[in-house]
């Protein structure tokens, strides 16, 4: 059974940073693209950023690029997601995903492919 457990979120202060964690139980991360999702309250899930199984191509929305990094250590079978200079509208909960065959734009934007997904971990960015 394919289980993915997020960690990391919590409060923050505009400008300040968080990692989150993306942990795979159940299968190895290996073979699998992962990507980071985000919800808002009263708003639709997005994709955030995306990064492949193998050549290490990797997507983010333009909300994001520049701030977000994604990163996977298959070593840990983790994935990571480095959010720097948050915004206030960076508040959302945040799920991690997989995907067996996909493209990492086919997986962020299309939502193509998903496997499994996290129950999400919770980021506010107040002051």
């Known amino acids: 059974q394919l289980q993915l457990v997020e960690s990391g979120g919590g409060l923050v202060q505009p400008g300040g940073s968080l990692r989150l964690s993306c942990a795979a139980s159940g299968f190895t991360l290996d073979y699998y693209a992962i990507g980071w999702f985000r919800q808002a309250p009263g708003k639709e899930r997005e994709g955030v950023s995306c990064?492949?199984?193998?050549?290490?191509?990797?997507y983010y929305s333009d909300s994001v690029k520049g701030r977000f990094t994604i990163s996977r250590d298959n070593a840990k079978n983790t994935v990571y997601l480095q959010m720097n200079s948050l915004k206030p509208e960076d508040t959302a909960v945040y799920y991690c995903?997989?995907?067996?065959?996909?493209?990492?734009?086919?997986?962020?934007?299309?939502?193509?492919?998903?496997?499994?997904w996290g129950k999400g971990t919770l980021v506010t960015v107040s002051s």
């Open positions: 995903a997989a995907a067996g065959y996909t493209t990492v734009q086919a997986m962020c934007v299309l939502y193509y492919g998903l496997d499994a």
């Open positions: 990064i492949s199984s193998n050549d290490g191509s990797t």
